[in-house]
Nanobody, 115 residues
Framework: QVQLVESGGGLVQAGGSLRLSCGAS????????MGWYRQAPGKQRELVAA???????NYADSVKGRFTISKDNAKNTVYLQMNSLKPEDTAVYYC?????????WGQGTQVTVSS
């Protein structure tokens, strides 16, 4: 089992920055990738950024150049540094861990960007 604990969401003005953290408990065995998804009201959940066990990264086009995903293997923690935030980044952000046998999700953290 994997339990994910997220932190770092909040309210920020457009142009500001936030850093999300997600700590994963349990064994890191079998982790393919860790990532962040988001879901805005009335919209489907979408991938924001992901990082594989080997360190390769993938970003949604809408956040490229503004967001950076990173991880600390020793702490089993993944981070999402979000800069130059826009109102359209407002959403609930979910941490995801993809293992060989399935996905695990955090409880979500609200990010609100005011214009």
């Amino acid at each position: 089992q994997v339990q994910l604990v997220e932190s770092g969401g909040g309210l920020v003005q457009a142009g500001g920055s936030l850093r999300l953290s997600c700590g994963a408990s349990g064994s890191s065995f079998g982790i393919n990738a860790m990532g962040w998804y988001r879901q805005a009201p009335g919209k489907q959940r979408e991938l924001v950024a992901a990082i594989t066990s080997g360190g390769s990264t993938n970003y949604a086009d809408s956040v490229k150049g503004r967001f950076t995903i990173s991880k600390d293997n020793a702490k089993n923690t993944v981070y999402l540094q979000m800069n130059s935030l826009k109102p359209e980044d407002t959403a609930v952000y979910y941490c995801n861990v993809n293992k060989l046998w399935g996905d695990y999700w955090g409880q979500g953290t609200q990010v609100t960007v005011s214009s």
